[in-house]
């Protein structure tokens, strides 16, 4: 008989999830049997970057549930079984599906849904809220035969839906009942700004726009119809006008709900029955709901901590939010509207480059009570620590907001910030728990966030935890090194930059002018690596060879048992029969094991060493040429058929393909680069698993960046949309010279980026709007990198001298015996360890 | 007395890079940097990947030792004595080489 409770928790979203975490990472798990409902057909998922489901993140991707989370803590979950009434004198709660189970204590986590206003025809087709995986799932269908969108609610979510809407390219409107957009987070100046700035990414808004009915539409299929006596026709509606707390179940049962909706808890987060709590956004606290994560995080820890009976209160929260709708930074903090008495401000509006600030501070200047930020947040952490903290603001507090003109540091350094400050508010890590992990051993962003959960919820807080983490780690002394080896004390990119100052061609000239010793294959590579990106000279050219590993000696790939294989180049996957015939002819002459690869194209295995000339002479004279499979560089642009035969085709996709795959064969890169060229939104050439995605559309193209597949899959980030082929191809050869010419060795474009500071964002400033002014020189790079291509094998087998390494032995023309092959499924395979002792016996005999 | 077998010509071998001699049924790899006179021979197998490749790895130091990285799975042994680096227990044989009137020679007795 077990003598533990029953916890029921009803509603697995996010709070309700991260109080489960709360709870089995307590003391209250050998307590209680804990049992959790949860109405959707999945368990919770990441409903703050919902959005991102968009720009390719899958319903995994936002998953909030650890694999094994509810099998290893013994949670029972109901999952798809709503949870609808509960009897509080009896304590029960019973299901939808008619489950019924007796708790001793019960949570109340149900959330919040999307406000509808009661408008005529609010429930006509096509007409959404934005609020589940599913909603968003019927929207992307609908979108297919529509083309134009509307949402109505122009404050923080509606935006996050307009977005939604133009990444379905549907021609987009924000219709909205208050004057300005963002009405409860901005002031007057900010939203103005934050209008101009959605209006020119081709946005329509419509302010004091009041929708009375919705019928049918002349163009579209409905047309709104506002009480100002205008009208919108429009294919798709989204509604998302605030939210209201889901509190049907405790009205049903009985329990205090507030004026305004919202189950009334108090400071532990009680309901009117004091074995009930209620967390999230169904609650209201001080006749105050609030639809952010992070108090519903906290509201959890609290009901966690009163049922070990510890201190505990539930005390408001820090509305702040800093976030990005469509690109523009948009932040808000405290009493963003000055509603303090005598409080003063202090704005900064920069009309050139579409920046506003404004600072609500204390009558004495002292204080910090509220912040506005449109087009540039850059301040938000610093503020929000002035905010949050109380702490004394520097004599002119205007300095915060003006930009810097002389080399004055206004920011407030991780120093200045006390032990308890609240660095993430998401998780409520403060910054001495982020110094002492760090203490022991986080030394990396990856490993801190880890550790502390520190910016793994709306990553607000990123920038402020990675310079406490540097602050820190220079406080005890501790360097980071980021030699390249113990013969360069110098990063990658140190070298490149060397390189091309000096004007540095061999990898000895390197050594002697600024490295030590003989170096070894992690210089030589890169250094090689370098070399040929810049020069793009012959890999094989007198000097260079000492530092290409055996895959660009001998331009070929080494397999387990020494011998190599072979990959000739077909260009988007195309390939004529006569060259299908030449390479089935060679591979069968040569006897060698063939494969199609994941690159589409063949690669054949088996070759020895010597073999590989004279496979090549065979290959080239039937019209093939390098496929680069050997080399850190490009390698194959995978596409699918495309609209020359494909019934869905939109565009060109094989074409677009080969002629990508000729500009961009041989280029050396810091790692192999995968591009791929879909010929529309099927995607069946999966682009956005590749280092450059490209999708067609009804506009153009649409370009995706740094995913990757293998052992850490990444979805590529869109990029940039509907570009015409020439900005296409100018800003692929942008990106991947900044690539070659700013990564790591062996980094993976998803790595690079991910390790840049600003990442995507930063990048596309760097290569659409030419923050740097560097794009002329990296398009020129790119240009002399394409002029000066030739294939390696072609040079190889014209020049008697570079043949030489071609055989095993230096002083014999025998062939490495140990080279041994068995059949398997009618090809060759090498033999194994057993095999060979075999064939060596027979040999014998 | 060491009884020196001629492999090849000092032309032949390749700069900071290896080549492989057959020498009475033995696969030797053979390196050559020349900015320090260094000519190294050892066993041309690999005992991680069990395969005879050695010649076909890259060369450089570590600490000062010259030493070639295996091609396959990058381990690395000392020219001077065959010593593994990653591997305590992992040494391979290494040979007496010398270039007589530009000739390369190459002794298999200790």
Redesign the interface.
Known sequence: MSTKQTLVVIGNGMVGHNFLENLVASNLKDDYDIVTFCEEERPAYDRVHLTEFFSGKTADDLSMVTEGFFEEHNIKIHLGDKAVSFDKKNKFVTSAKGVAISYDKLVLATGSYAFVPPVTGHDRENCFVYRTIEDLEALTEAAKTSKVGAVVGGGLLGLEAAKALKDLNLKTNVIQFSPRLMSAQLDAGGAQMLANKIEALDISVHASKNTQKIVDGDHCKHKMMFADGTSLETDIILFSAGIRPRDEIARKSGIEVGSRGGIVINNQCKTSDPDIYAIGECAVWNEETFGLVAPGYNMGRVVVADLQDQEASFTGADMSTKLKLNGVDVASIGDAHAKTADSLVYTYQNGADEIYKSLVVSPDKKKLLGAVMVGDASGYGTLSQYYLNGIELPEHPDSLILPARSDESVGLGPDALPESAQICSCFDVTKGQICSAVESGCHTMPALKDATKAATGCGGCTALLKSVLDCELEKSGFEVNTDLC??FAYTRQDLYNLMMVHEIKT??DFLEQHGQ?????V???AVGSILASYWNEYVLADGQ???Q???D??LAN?Q???TYSVVPRMTGGEVTPDGLIAIGQIAKKYKLYTKVTGGQRVDLFGAR?DQLPPIWKELIDAGFESGHAYGKSLRTVKSCVGSTWCRFGVDDSVGLAVELENRYKGLRAPHKIKFAVSGCTRECAEAQGKDIGIIATEGGWNLYVCGNGGMKPRHADLFATDLDKETLIKYIDRVLTFYVRTADRLQRTSVWMENMEGGLDYLKSVVINDKLKICADLEAHMQNVVATYQCEWKTTIEDEEKL??FR?????D?T?E??VFVEERGQIRPAD?DERKHFALVEEV | MSNWID??AES??????G?????EGK?IA?FY?P??N?LYAIDNYDPF?????LS?????????E??V?S??Y?Q?FSLTTGQCFDDDTVRNEVYAIRIEKSRVEISLEG
């Open positions: 113990e013969h990898f000895d010793g003989r170096g070894c294959e210089c030589r590579q060879m000492s530092v590993d055996t895959n000696t001998f080494m387990k048992d020494g060493v030489k390494r095993h032995f230096v002083n014999s025998k490495d140990n080279i360890e | 492999i090849c032949d071998l390749q700069a900071n890079s080549v492989c001699a057959l020498v696969q053979i940097m900015k320090d260094g990947g069990k395969v005879h490749v076909r790895g890259l060369v450089g130091d570590i600490k000062g010259p030493m990285s091609p396959l990058k690395h």
